[in-house]
């Protein structure tokens, strides 16, 4: 996964151009894309014990240090770095990296408590991952089997933020989707129409052939009972994604 970086181009781009280019081209292009030399994780490993041996508690290490979440550190992993690196580079050096490793993996835990609290007012489970449709989603989605005799009935989960793409139910006759929510809040919003607010009780009705998104708001965990309704040579056509842009108007 190569590393895509901007930051220097953005705040230096106009006053220091080459140190720009050196930054996002060099150092994140080329050095930081090297996994078949080190992999990305370990690049997280060296840097954030690099930066913190120089006592740097500043922007840089907290995007590193949250760079180092996303390629796959655990929260106790990160302290167990940080604890080991303390007797080779000084133990008030450990203890400013704590105070950002903290700020950066408690958000983690925050989500999770959120999570649980959701999972709590549903009557139906939330699933497992959807990942055999992750690609057409934007954040983390649940899915969990209703019923799969007559009609298909899903319980669908998303996480704050989380959207799918534009589709269309496609149908000769008949056909849709009927969507239920169930807790949470989110959004409906057809192609050309203002988004819908979704709460407990709502219910949107798809015909086949119209293009929509639905998903979660940005600040709640949003479930809702998708009903798929029979159709005549019924198909999803998965289209592009929600830009953020596009989902603005919901916040």
């Keep these: 996964m190569a590393v895509k970086q901007t930051a220097g181009r953005t705040q230096l781009g106009d006053f220091a151009p080459k140190f720009a280019e050196l930054n996002d081209d060099v150092l994140f292009g080329e050095v930081w894309a090297r996994e078949d030399k080190l992999s990305l994780r370990d690049r997280s490993i060296v840097t954030v014990v690099s930066l913190m041996a120089q006592g740097l508690t500043d ?112 149908a000769d006759k008949g056909g849709g989707q009927i969507l239920i929510c169930v807790a949470g809040r989110g959004y409906y919003q057809e192609w050309g129409k203002e988004p819908v607010l979704m709460v407990p009780g709502c219910v949107v009705n798809i015909p086949a052939g119209v293009k929509h998104w639905h998903g979660a708001a940005p600040d709640s965990w949003f479930s809702h009972l998708a009903v798929e309704v029979p159709g005549g040579n019924g198909s999803n056509e998965w289209l592009e994604a929600v830009t953020d842009e596009q989902y603005k108007d919901c916040k």
Aim: hydrophobic letters at 40%; one cysteine or more; charged letters at 20%.
């Design 59 to 170: 922007e840089s290490i907290k995007y590193h240090l949250m760079s180092a979440k996303t390629n796959g550190i655990a929260k106790e992993e990160i302290a167990e770095i940080v604890t080991h690196a303390a007797f080779y580079c000084g133990w008030p050096k450990a203890w400013a990296v704590f105070r950002m490793a903290k700020e950066v993996w408690n958000e983690e835990i925050v989500a999770e408590d959120a999570k649980t609290e959701h999972e709590k007012s549903l009557i139906f489970p939330i699933g497992k991952p959807n990942d055999a449709f992750a690609q057409y989603f934007i954040g983390q989605s649940f899915l969990a089997p209703v019923s799969t005799e007559q009609v298909g009935i899903f319980n669908v989960t998303f996480e704050p933020g989380c959207r799918n793409n534009w589709h269309i139910h496609h």
